[in-house]
């Protein structure tokens, strides 16, 4: 009984150090969806205030956050494709479903509603006013003439943006159609047919002129950007399904092309081509080639050089111009209206943390002369131009500030104005948030391995001060944790979860493995990583022996947890190691990759991958089942049923697995949430029990230890 309340005062004196909860923490506002008008100073933005997503606005030459919808219920529809019209006189919206999903279905309804909600088009007044429904669809673009073009049911659809008239459908057509794009003049509408093995690129005039198709072939063509006068498309062009099935475990090079085609005739010719190479293929980052239309250029996104960079081409072709040189990443990349500069995120900056940070970067379309607009310890992220060319809008944060929206000129060193800070609650706890600290470790191939340390400054009672510990590793895997609040706003999440814990004692280790995103390409693109041999997880491991070599840490209470692909390794790590690992908590993460990916790998055809069983028994022998013999920590095992990025069954049979195996199992079930958590009630409920799950078996753990039991839990 002594050891048992000995234990719980080391918990209790971190939280008395740092008092706050879940609740604090998760009541920041999150803003995401930025946008701006192509003419004056006015912005618009998606705000999510623990869980009701409104339209806000500002406009020059105060930029005073307004807010334009009354969405007053956590019922999980997100606010995406936020849009101003050229004019800036009205907001268009979608509401509803599930953006960040990998395959389709019916709309998510996280509330359990009874009748279940629908993914629609709405606008509204920026000056105010009730908003229209102009129907449903998704993907909506706008015209000069202020008609919105959206994808409705595989169609092309269209309404006036002041929703007078109901919508209709623009054409019909073999194939998906998507990604409409106006001409600048509003007097066409280029778009993708998506063929199943193949994709085409359309023209429509008007209903009596036939379409125009832009040099058809048996390739993939996609992404149609139009010239600033309308009188060309540049698009990108891969090549399409089918030839003799390949290795499953060697990488092999995606060519890719950019094309300039006349859109009077639709001929066109190839304006460059990537090097044949791994580091050529389609980059594999936010945005993806990022193709933009400048002003007598074209400018894209390559990993040619090992790195994903900008580069731009002159429109009558020639060599591609390198336009950001340096051991960093472009993402979140925007143009300006005249068509001259590029604004876009970087981990870029003077000092050596900045490579895991993010920081604001302007750069001509005709030069390599980038310049970094905003220097420092903060984060920045998401940069639009505004129509009058005078400023730039962003969201930024820092390590104890969650993200705002801001406004500052667009030159460097210039004032940056703040934009709804307002909306942060007043209990929030920024003053008591510890600021992440960079470490470098190797991993054992000698790998260098970049994580961030939460450690609040207070010291537990027993064990000589030494504290519990946890690595927390992200999803994705294309992600990159950083040291701040991050733009998404499920990693968002991650870093207040990370930021409690560090305030209830634990030291927590946030792990940016290889397969992530921010360290170049090769660094993302590692041998035998994933379903090929996991060899990321040699960078968990290279994390837990750092933990371990630090004086406060118990290296008796070292914990695992993550979402996603985080969750497996979570659960890899408990398989594996449970002679380090003392517990964890895995949040709908993948188990066995042969299931996973068996459509994909056993579509029935004549001719089969040459490795085709050597690539399954590497998948077998990466997947977390394979190690249930193995396994003895005890798990909080968390997933909703509605998740369309991995299947709820991966967890259902990992739990029938565990339980045959006698492992301690706990399990919290969110019906008809997605993989995303659409609801804020939902993140409170998996962060309370994530931390409440540690702290009460490192509790327990430790009243083993003073008792002189370490190790012997009994599962």
């Known amino acids: 009984m002594r050891a048992a309340i000995l234990a719980a005062a080391v918990i209790a004196s971190s939280a008395r150090a740092q008092s706050f909860s879940i ?84 709309p998510p309804n996280p509330l359990s509603l009874p009748t279940a909600p629908k993914v629609e088009i709405w606008s509204v007044p920026f000056d105010g006013g009730t908003p229209t429904r102009l129907g449903e669809g998704d993907d909506p673009v706008i015209s000069s003439g202020n008609v919105v073009a959206f994808v409705r049911d595989r169609a092309i659809w269209t309404a006036p943006v002041d929703g007078k008239t109901a919508a209709k459908k623009l054409f019909s057509m073999n194939g998906d159609a998507g990604d409409p794009r106006w001409s600048p003049d509003g007097t066409r509408l280029a778009f993708v047919s998506g063929r199943v093995d193949h994709s085409l690129i359309g023209i429509f005039t008007n209903d009596s002129t036939p379409i125009r198709w ?22 990108v062009r891969t090549p399409g399904n089918g030839g003799a099935p390949d290795s499953l475990l060697v990488d092999h090079p995606t060519a890719w092309s950019i094309w300039r085609a006349d859109a009077r005739t639709g001929d066109a010719h190839q304006l460059w081509k990537s090097p044949f190479t791994l580091r050529g293929s389609l980059p594999g980052t936010q945005g993806s080639t990022n193709l933009l239309y400048g002003a007598g250029r074209i400018a894209f996104l390559s ?50 943390d900045d490579i895991d940070r ?85 991993a054992s191939d000698g790998l260098e391995i970049h994580g961030q340390l939460f450690e609040a400054d207070n010291a537990s009672l027993a064990r000589g001060g030494r504290k519990p510990a946890v690595i927390f590793v992200h999803g994705g895997p294309p992600r ?32 940016n493995y290889r397969l992530g995103i921010g360290y170049g390409r090769d660094f993302q693109h590692p041998a035998n990583g994933g379903s090929r041999g996991a060899s ?46 003392a517990g964890g908590v895995d949040i709908h993460g993948v188990h066995d990759w042969t299931t996973e ?55 259902i049979s990992l739990a029938r697995r565990l339980e045959r195996k006698g492992v301690l199992l706990e399990e919290i079930v969110l019906p008809d949430d997605t993989h995303h958590m659409m609801r804020h009630t939902n993140f409170i409920t998996v962060d309370s029990a994530t931390a409440a799950w540690f702290e009460r078996r490192f509790a327990r753990s430790a009243a083993q230890a003073a008792s002189g039991r370490v190790g012997s839990t009994s599962h």
Not at 316 to 331: I, K, N, V, W
Not at 554 to 561: A, C, K, Q, V
């Open 23 to 106: 609740s604090q923490i998760k009541s920041y506002p999150f803003p995401n969806e930025l946008t701006a008008a192509a003419r004056g100073g006015r912005i618009a933005y998606a705000l999510d205030e623990q869980g009701k997503r409104n339209i806000w606005v500002a406009d020059a030459p105060a930029y005073t956050a307004r807010r334009l919808t009354n969405y007053a219920l956590d019922d999980g529809q997100e606010l995406t494709s936020v849009t101003l019209t050229d004019d800036g006189r009205y907001v268009v919206y979608v509401r509803g479903g599930d953006h960040g999903s990998n395959w389709a279905g019916p």
């Open 214 to 235: 832009i040099a058809p072939s048996t390739q993939r063509d996609f992404s149609p950007r139009w010239s600033p006068d309308g009188s060309h498309l540049v698009f």
């Open 303 to 352: 990993e040619m050089d090992g790195w994903p960079h900008l580069y731009s081409v002159a429109e009558s072709g020639g060599d591609a111009l390198l336009l950001t040189p340096g051991r960093y990443m472009a993402e979140h990349i925007s143009m300006s209206g005249d068509g001259k500069w590029i604004a876009f995120a970087a981990n870029a900056g003077s000092n050596v």
């Open 358 to 442: 993010r920081h604001l970067v302007r750069v001509p379309v005709d030069r390599a002369e980038p310049q970094v607009l905003t220097p420092g310890a903060g984060l920045e992220w998401t940069p639009v131009f505004t129509g009058d060319g005078a400023s730039v809008a962003f969201i930024g944060a820092t390590t104890s500030r969650p993200p705002a929206p801001a406004i500052m000129p667009a030159q460097a060193g210039s004032a940056i104005r703040w934009i709804g800070l307002d909306r942060i609650p007043s209990d929030f706890p920024t003053s008591q948030l510890v600021v992440p600290r960079r470490v470098v470790f190797h």
């Open 480 to 511: 990159q944790m950083l040291l701040g609040w991050h733009y998404s706003d499920y990693y968002s999440n991650s870093y207040a979860t990370n930021q409690y814990l560090a305030s209830r004692g634990f030291v927590v280790l946030s792990v």
């Open 536 to 581: 990321e997880y040699l960078d968990v491991l290279a994390g837990a022996q750092y933990l371990r070599s630090l004086r406060e840490v118990d290296p008796s209470r070292l914990g695992i947890y993550g979402g996603s692909y985080g969750g497996f390794l979570t659960a890899l790590a408990l398989g594996r190691n449970s002679d380090l690992f």
């Open 597 to 651: 990916r068996a459509a994909s790998l056993l579509a029935p055809r004549y001719e089969k991958q040459p490795d085709l069983q050597r690539a399954l028994d590497v998948a077998w022998t990466s997947s977390p089942v394979s190690s249930v013999k193995t396994w003895r920590s005890p798990v909080l095992l968390i997933h909703g049923d509605d998740d369309r990025n991995v299947r709820f069954s991966q967890t």
